[in-house]
DNA sequence: CATGAATGAGTATTCATTCAT
DNA sequence: CATGAATGAATACTCATTCAT
């Protein structure tokens, strides 16, 4: 029912007598922590304002002065992952010689990813689905990564790397194979990220006649 | 913000003058018809009890002669798609003699589905997520779905018609994939299931190398 | 949770296939003892109409066929005890030839008639203060029994068996040791009437200085 | 259907120009005095939350700022005059040197109190009973009172100020005319306390023989 | 900026009562 | 008369958001 339980926008300091002198930076993180842990928790859906600054020493009206509503908390803690994924899984992309270790480097980053941070796996998770409209497949972040994927696919199609087939498609299907797989080896213990990525790597190169 | 907007329950006949005329049955289908369409539109976490009995000429208190509450109507609404849905693809793998065929059946009966039933689909994608627990790659009928897959696979792997290999996460993959080709192909336009089925098929037989 | 659990009109036939053809006397009488039961499990304000007929096999509407509300079958509940119990210790007054005969008298009557009716006392005890407004010390059947009370007690006054005093003060002191007294007498086990009884006549004879 | 109406937190000032001047304390008093009333008007069962915030100019929500629901309220009530009276009455033994003492001052402790604080007496007196399970001879207020008692009876009884006895049925009595009289007294005009703490008194002391 | 109490619109659910069959 | 589904008014309670301090 709780993970941490309090989140002090500086946990190294007791509360002091005098009122915290928070600034800007540390109580907008203190917020964004929290709702990692309560949306991971509780989902999009169950998750309240309250909820959130509930798991914080700040006050109820502090919230809004940093963000607008819930959505945007959930919106700006997307954002964050989205965008430290999505750097990873390009320069993993960037770094491949062949198509193969393009889908190779691709699946590992992702897989290994989420085994290094269950926190955003288990936020990731409790909210795939729509629910404010931010989330999922669907969701900004994943869009631009699968977008980003695709470009760099139809690039090696270009060079010859790989067969010309239906780009978005396959651009689906290995963004599919990522999220059933990622489900998968998340439930296993140990946690193998390597296991997955070469599994899924080989499906994707030569099916299941391997 | 409508669809239709008012489901009587016999669309062919005008309010009758008598409030009571409906029967349990034809009260029932018309709240999971209001339902379906509903959470279709505004998702489970979105919607209310209050919007669903709104798209019927039924009252507040009729709802819950028929249904405890809001998981409960979506619940019905997911079995009945499930159990439908389940007993087809199951169907088709049964008339498969090779692998191939296994997954060939599978797809284009999973994409024929949902490519002729669209409110269906817009129903799943709406809620794929949690939220209530009972949708998406967890809801009970898509586990059910695939436990039933996987063990058709594990006996194709015993009867030598498949390589052996990690039988889960293959069924994750097949899932995952049929997923994300799914929403590809419900967002063209013209919606191809057939060619949706032979690309993933083929994926899944050679990968990407034919 | 369950007293009984299903009263039948007439518990000494089966539900016959044809609807039973209950007589009117019948089921007034299933609904009053169904209430009783449910009056004194759950108390007046506790109880819901439905919860009565569901312990009859009855159908709701037969409820409105013989009485208007909750309330009128608390009525009449009440009437049956208050009359019956009323009857008893005006019979038992009457037999008396000395005061303290009549005093003990009645107590002996009132405690013994709850020791062998206990579900009579369930049902006045949960309902004992307002919320209906028709039970405790104020209501008609009480008041009514303590007036006769009062009466024959005035009128023991004007025989000289007893030395004049306030007759109201000592009516409703009488009336309020048979409440207490009754109260820990049903709490004790065995519960002893007769022991209750000899208690509360001694005190109202000589006090405490006995 | 309505004594006051309004009861502002301040009733000396008309609604000041800011709707959020009211403190804590103040608002919490607002809603127990509105509470007080509408209990003692419509009893527990009957009263809503709804019509103790109605009675105050507060909004829905602050209610529960303050209490969890209207059994909390209730409970608060009757603990706040709980206390004040088992404080008096516990005072009022402490001083008495003779038993008779002893129960002529718990006598008039108790209908003076009432006497003086009417509206007290109606709130108690429209709930006596349960539903809610918290008023009555057996409310823990009421409860931890008569224990009181009882253990300076018994005390008494040690100290051979009154001859031994059931002491439980003796409290029982006591209590039970304390009830029975009161509202016999409150129903008269002039209330005369005092009157009614002799009567009591006496019959207790040498019962009806005097 | 921070605070946290006040606000009140919004939702689920119950239940007495009606009425077509 | 009996039936039991339909009705909808009524209530408890929540929670995003505001705003005086």
Redesign the interface.
Same mark, same amino acid.
Do not use: K, P
């Given at each position: 029912m709780s993970l941490d339980s309090q989140i002090t926008a500086d946990p190294f300091v007791d509360k002091p007598a005098t009122k915290r002198a928070n600034n800007r930076a540390t109580n907008q993180d203190a917020i964004l922590r929290a709702a990692r842990l309560v949306f991971a928790e509780l989902?999009?859906?169950?998750t309240t304002v309250r909820d959130i600054i509930r798991r914080t020493d700040l006050a109820t009206g502090t919230f809004y002065n940093y963000f607008d509503n819930k959505e945007q908390v959930f919106l700006a803690l997307n954002t964050q992952i989205g965008e430290e994924l999505r750097a990873l899984l390009a320069q993993g992309r960037q770094q491949a010689k062949t198509?193969e270790e393009l889908i190779a480097n691709n699946y590992l980053t992702y897989f290994t990813y989420f085994a290094n941070n269950p926190q955003n796996y288990a936020l990731t998770r !409790?909210?795939?689905?729509?629910?404010?409209a931010n989330?999922?497949?669907?969701g900004p972040q994943v869009k631009a990564g699968l977008a980003e994927m695709q470009a760099d696919i139809e690039q090696a199609m270009q060079l010859g790397r790989?067969?010309k087939?239906?780009a978005?498609?396959?651009t689906?299907?290995i963004?599919?194979?990522?999220? !059933? /797989?990622l489900?998968?080896m998340m439930q296993r213990n140990p946690v193998q990220p390597k296991q997955?990525a070469e599994?899924?790597t080989?499906?994707?190169?030569?099916? /299941?006649?391997?």
């Open positions: 989902g999009y859906g169950g198509f !409790s909210n795939r689905g729509r629910d404010g989330v999922n497949m669907e790989v067969s087939m239906d978005a498609m396959l689906a299907a963004g599919g194979v990522a999220f !059933s /797989i489900d998968d997955a599994f899924a080989r499906l994707f190169m030569s099916g /299941i006649s391997t």
